[in-house]
């Protein structure tokens, strides 16, 4: 029964997977090329997650700064911190919900990217964060699950939504890891070509 149980799990994710590979394409293709543009311009990427999404952020930020598969120079991102939030706010000197929007806008400027991974869409800390980096001319790049909660209406036409068609939270995070490592291999093929196949 547990063996049955945990190959589901894996034919669930990779059916996700197999699914999401269409649908998500093209917004992933986009936010390629969003990030390219603000890293060789010598702006910077702005990377947050809310709950446990947050390692994922800091996950990201990791592969660029140190590296995907390849040898290339640092990329400038930095993972936003919801803990250091959590300690001012626990000090009483701010409410928590704004502790990632008062992050964006004492490092956001014009040009730069705020990427964020958010299952629901509606954490009052991610709709936060995507005000301010809108008050700081920034561009959003929001992987999401299916609907996206309020920071879907929050979107502009500049922005990049990655949607992941699915609401059970494991399964959605499954793919922001496989978004985050397509968006790595895509700003790495873009700046130092294709690999050679070995």
């Known amino acids: 029964m547990l063996e049955q149980r945990i190959q589901q799990h894996f034919i669930d994710s990779a059916d996700l997977k197999y699914q999401s590979a269409q649908a998500l394409g093209q917004p992933i293709a986009a936010a390629v090329q969003a990030l390219l543009a ?41 993972a936003l911190s ?7 706010s626990a000090s009483g000197l701010l409410d928590a919900s704004q502790g990632l929007a008062r992050q964006v806008r004492a490092l956001g400027q014009a040009g730069d990217v705020l990427l964020l991974l958010s299952v629901g869409g509606s954490e009052a800390a991610i709709l ?28 502009r036409e500049t922005d990049v939504w ?24 895509g700003v790495d093929a873009q700046l130092l070509g294709e690999p050679e196949v070995p």
Do not use: N, W, Y
């Not at 999404?53 to 995907?68: D, E, H, P, Y």
């Open 38 to 78: 603000c890293l060789t311009s010598g702006a910077k990427l702005l990377a947050c997650g809310s709950g446990a999404s947050a390692a994922q952020a800091c996950q990201l930020a990791a592969l660029c700064v140190a590296g995907f598969e390849r040898e290339r120079p640092e990329l400038a991102v930095l």
């Open 82 to 88: 919801e803990a250091s939030a959590l300690q001012t």
């Open 128 to 155: 936060a964060a995507v005000a301010a980096a809108h008050e700081r001319d920034m561009s959003v790049i929001a992987l999401t699950g299916r609907t996206g909660g309020e920071l879907a209406a929050l979107l």
């Open 162 to 185: 990655i949607a992941v068609p699915h609401e059970r939270a494991a399964r959605v995070r499954e793919v922001h890891s496989l978004v985050l490592h397509c968006l790595c291999d």
